[in-house]
């Protein structure tokens, strides 16, 4: 079974400050694991995803985040923020083992950036 | 890329009577269909997992007979929220994955917000 943790609900920062936002896995088989941002209202919209290839992982609107397999980690930063960064942002796992199709979604931390 | 286009965005239904909500694969054969609920200011919880022309496999504790999942083409799936109650009000996301779209290719829909009085 897969599972992950989103540390803080809430996380404020100040706009152009780094954004930092937490995520834990805890997975059987070795994960796939995704970041997801979602506006009110919508959709989810794809930032990034950890595949295997590369522990370093760019996504879009400049976002990256780095899995730590010795960490169980998998956090999302962005070096300056902006305002339309506001929104919510959910870490995502599944496992890597054929026939293993779930997302299981964490709780989800809701991003403000203070002007 | 990927669309799924999710319809209505907003339905507003009276208590007992049944809603249908649609998602469509514009520019792919959506074989895997995965359907959740989002509660206000929480997370995503799946409801059921549908393959194109198979009966929905649904999660534990979620009503088969009252949330009804339709997916009988690859473009096409529905989830019918049946006798509608209040406590049924919440945001319904639909995602949709190809058979050639490999283990990472998840398109979700834009939501529907159902509002049961």
């Known amino acids: 079974a897969q599972s992950v943790t989103q540390l803080g609900s809430h996380v404020s920062v100040s706009e152009g400050a780094l954004v930092l936002l937490r995520c834990n896995y805890s997975s059987s088989v070795p994960p796939y694991l995704f970041w997801y941002v979602q506006y009110p209202n919508q959709g989810l919209q794809l930032l990034l995803k950890y595949t295997s290839a590369a522990t370093l992982v760019k996504g879009i609107n400049g976002f990256e985040a780095e899995f730590k397999k010795s960490e169980t980690s998998f956090h999302l930063t962005k070096p300056s923020a902006h305002m339309s960064d506001a929104a919510e942002y959910f870490c995502?796992?599944?496992?890597?083992?054929?026939?293993?199709?779930?997302?299981?979604f964490g709780t989800g931390t809701r991003l403000t950036i203070i002007p | 890329g990927a669309v799924v286009s999710q319809h209505p965005s907003r339905v507003i239904c009276k208590s007992g009577t049944s809603v249908k909500i649609e998602c469509r694969s514009l520019?792919?054969?959506?074989?895997?269909m995965f359907w959740y609920r989002q509660f206000p200011k929480q997370s995503l919880m799946l409801m059921a997992t549908?393959?194109?022309?198979?009966?929905?496999?649904?999660e534990q504790g979620v009503e088969k007979d009252k949330f009804l999942i339709n997916h009988a083409s690859l473009t096409l799936s529905t989830l019918t929220v049946t006798s509608a109650h209040p406590e049924d009000s919440s945001f319904y996301i639909c995602?949709?994955?190809?058979?050639?779209?490999?283990?990472?290719?998840?398109?979700f829909g834009s939501g529907t917000r159902l509002t049961v009085v």
């Open positions: 520019d792919f054969q959506a074989t895997t």
């Open positions: 549908s393959n194109e022309g198979s009966k929905a496999t649904y």
């Open positions: 995602s949709a994955r190809a058979r050639t779209g490999g283990p990472f290719g998840y398109t």
């Open positions: 995502a796992v599944r496992g890597s083992n054929f026939g293993n199709e779930k997302l299981t």
